[in-house]
């Protein structure tokens, strides 16, 4: 470990001394400039033809489009210089999403940084932060961008006919200090997923050089939404064989929460050979119990001939009609297979029909609503949550349910098919008999949720959104989490309702977004449609924040502005005065003042508009292990 720690520090001293050009690790979307936010150069006249990396994405599939977008004309024998060094036979090849492309640029120094200046016509409805991160994939950060354009506005919403841009796009020319014994500095763009090493690979170069040419220390850390300097000897040939993962879609900060290993394919071989025996041995069951099951009818049919006083009771369990993916129907109680073993091969769910439905929520009275289309109502004598959904939608949440399952999870109990999106169909949820969160808290007669329960429905909450980022295959993102979709059960324990299913961008699912997000929309998603788990994490800062103060969160500043003692915006008072002030007053100083403090912390990290600097679920669960 000692060697190690040495071997960092003298590799960042040669580091130090060798490189010019300097690794910023700030996501695109930040307002700060730091070393590496733009190439340093130090001659006016030093310009050189050098490449970037850009990757393809749903609004530029070929390098006929790429080529476009970087305003680059090719002649003939160039066009044919840039399909053979992007191993593509046409310029109109449609290219897989994240696919990299090489890009050659003409790079020149400009008032001490380097760039390659692109003409961008921003449409309407966009902004500086979107053309930066989104549109050039944080080729240039955005407070550059912003600060290139400075006499535009930093809102181009309100302009017409779309907005001339010049986009400072980062490249660099080796020289004799960062370029030394190099012909080329490539611009990179780091992915989620990413590092040195993965890059090296594909460039097929020492990662000590990649290390060197950035000022970076020994095995570093990088992040998505930033570039690298890749220094080359000859023009740039990726191994585009190389795949580590599925690449993610350009412009997002998805999470890969489970990766798919290559490496095991015999292991994959054996569970592939096991589950055709175990499908065999299932059918070969099953025709065995078919069998039985005829004979004893059979047997009771010729026994009732002779005893007509003989009455066999009928199964009224509902069942509903086949559908692809899980079945739907409910577990026989004459089957031969016990219930785990059924419960293991089905996912069970019950058919209601909409009378049912109907007198379960006296025809869907308001009083009855809990929230967006969703009802309370009482069916078999219990009582369940009703979700109205479009019949499109239907098989995709069954599916989604039929996966997880987990204590801190509204469970799926049934569904109501309807004909078409103007009937809809109806999903039957269990209801945790104290209802959501917001209630209780809005409830200033419940008197039951002191500071101890708060803490545990925090670490449920935190629980639940573990479980769906990193339990399950593949992982989802709730995108929905608010104290209106949290319930809480007769022991004060919190379960998570998913009452949509959408696949999401990247790779994690978005499985809570139908319906309004109120006014939990973390930046990223509000500017960007970013889905990731920090979207997650971002909306369960502000149910924090609920849970401390018993307030509302009714806009996007309210609570925020609230919390400013912890960023030292306090006019008046101590830190813990101020927060004294902000907690619940319900709670009548019953509480851990330390632990209050804590947990206001953590929310505010929680809250943070880079996403970098959000906590994550492992950290999130660590802390609040400790309060409970």
């Known amino acids: 470990m000692v060697f190690q720690c040495l071997l960092a520090v003298i590799w960042t001293c040669i580091g130090s001394s060798y490189g010019q050009q300097y690794y910023d690790s700030t996501s695109c979307h930040s307002s700060t400039t730091s070393p590496g ?31 476009y977008l970087f305003g680059i004309v ?41 760039q390659a200046n692109i003409t961008y016509i921003a449409p309407t409805n966009t902004s500086f932060d979107r053309v930066a991160c989104g549109v050039f994939e944080g080729l240039v950060k955005s407070v550059t961008l912003l600060q290139e354009n400075k006499s535009r506005r930093t809102n181009l919403s309100d302009v017409k006919g779309g907005t001339k841009l010049i986009v400072p796009v980062k490249c660099a020319c080796p020289d004799s200090i960062s370029g030394a014994g190099f012909d080329y500095l490539v611009t990179y763009p780091f992915i989620s997923g990413d590092d040195t090493e993965k890059v090296s690979e594909k460039f097929k170069i020492p990662v000590e050089d990649i290390w060197r040419a950035n000022n970076l220390s020994f ?34 900060l998805p999470t890969q929460l489970v990766e798919k290993s290559t490496k095991n ?27 039985y099951v005829r004979a004893v009818k059979k047997f009771k049919a010729e026994r009732g001939k002779n005893h007509c006083s003989i009455h066999e009771g009928s199964v009224t369990s509902r069942s509903s009609p086949p559908i692809s993916g899980p079945a739907t129907t409910r577990t026989s109680t004459n089957s031969c297979l016990s219930p785990d073993l059924l419960a293991g091969i089905k996912y069970t769910l019950g058919e209601y029909n909409i009378d049912e439905l109907t007198n379960a929520t006296c025809s869907f009275r308001e009083e009855n609503k809990v929230s967006d ?46 004909e078409d999106d103007i009937t809809g169909s109806y999903l039957v949820f269990e209801y945790p008999s104290n209802g959501t969160l917001r209630d209780c808290l809005s409830n200033a007669s419940v008197v039951s949720l002191k500071w101890h329960k708060r803490t545990q429905i925090a670490f449920d909450i935190a629980t639940g959104l573990h ?62 449609g970013s889905v990731s788990e920090k979207v997650d994490i971002f909306a369960f800062g502000v149910v924090l924040l609920e849970l401390i103060s018993g ?46 403090l804590c947990l206001a912390v953590l929310a505010k990290a929680c809250i943070e508009d880079d996403v970098l600097h959000r906590p994550s679920m492992d950290d999130i669960i660590k802390v609040l292990a400790r309060m409970v």
């Open 37 to 67: 936010t733009r190439y340093t150069c130090t001659s006016p006249n030093d310009s050189c033809q050098t490449f970037l990396v850009y990757r393809a994405n749903q609004d530029f599939t070929t390098i006929s489009d790429v080529a």
């Open 551 to 596: 307030k509302e969160h009714v806009d996007g500043n309210f609570l925020r502005d609230s919390m400013t003692f912890l960023g030292g915006g306090g006019n008046e008072g101590g830190c813990f005065e101020q927060l004294k002030d902000f907690i619940d007053p319900c709670l009548m100083e019953d509480y851990p003042l330390a632990e209050a």
């Open 265 to 291: 394919l015999k292991l994959k071989k054996l569970y592939i050979s096991g589950s055709v025996v175990g499908v065999f041995l299932l059918a070969a069951t099953l025709v065995a119990c078919a069998l």
């Open 74 to 114: 090719l002649n003939p024998d160039d066009h044919q210089q840039l399909l053979n060094m992007n191993n593509v036979t046409s310029s109109l090849q449609i290219l897989e999403i994240g696919r990299e492309v090489i890009v050659p640029i003409q790079c020149s120094c400009l008032d001490e940084f380097f």
């Open 373 to 418: 289309k969703v009802y309370k109502g009482c069916v078999d004598n219990a009582e369940v949550l009703i979700k109205k959904i479009r019949f499109e939608d239907t098989r995709q949440v069954i599916d989604v349910h039929s996966r997880i399952n987990h204590v801190n999870i509204v469970k799926l109990q049934g569904v109501c098919y309807g």
């Open 219 to 252: 095995n570093p850390t990088v992040f998505a939404n930033t570039t690298i300097l890749v220094p080359l000897t000859n023009e740039p040939s990726i191994n585009f064989s190389y795949r580590d993962s599925e690449p993610p879609s350009p412009g997002f």
């Open 467 to 528: 479980y769906l980022h990193f339990c399950t295959i593949p992982p989802y993102t709730h995108m929905n989490i608010n104290s209106k979709n949290i319930f809480l059960t007769a022991k004060w324990r919190a379960k998570l309702a998913v009452f949509g299913a959408k696949v999401g961008m990247g790779t994690t699912r978005d499985i809570g977004s139908i319906g309004s997000l109120g006014g939990w929309i973390a930046p990223e998603h509000l500017v960007h």
